[in-house]
């Protein structure tokens, strides 16, 4: 309960050391801490599937006269689907990065089929 900031009993509740906007550990987790670990599994989880989409890119993709690989979205979602089901979420976060660039601010399948991805 000492760790607890909804505890009733203000002998045992600590007081939480409150961080601000401006310092460098606001919004994130202790030093150390698991949560902290997961978070960076989970970059680092997310970082390999945005390479194994840009291959499956490479992969599929036909080179275009400006020298960059493209695919449809459809061609692709049929590919990476089998692979994972987050395609748009990978795709979003690789656009992001600055790896794949494609019109729109969101793909849905059948609708965007036609869209063309390109890998930069």
């Not at 607890?4 to 987790?29: C, V």
């Not at 949560?35 to 989409?53: C, F, I, N, P, Y």
């Not at 656009?95 to 089929?113: I, T």
Request: with cysteine; hydrophobic share 30%.
């Amino acid at each position: 309960q000492r760790k607890n900031p909804f505890s009733g009993d203000d002998r045992l509740a600590s007081k939480p050391a409150h961080t601000h906007r401006g310092d460098p550990t606001y919004g994130r987790p202790p030093e150390g801490s698991r949560t902290e670990q997961r978070g960076k599994d989970a970059h680092s989880h997310v970082g390999k599937e945005v390479e194994e989409l840009c291959l499956i890119i490479r992969r599929t993709g036909q080179v275009g006269e400006d020298g960059h690989v493209s695919v449809t979205f459809g061609q692709l979602f049929e590919t990476y689907v089998t692979i994972s089901n987050k395609v748009v979420g990978i795709l979003l976060r690789a656009r992001k990065h600055g790896l794949v660039h494609f019109e729109g601010e969101m793909l849905w399948q059948g609708k965007d089929d036609d869209v063309v991805i390109t890998l930069l």
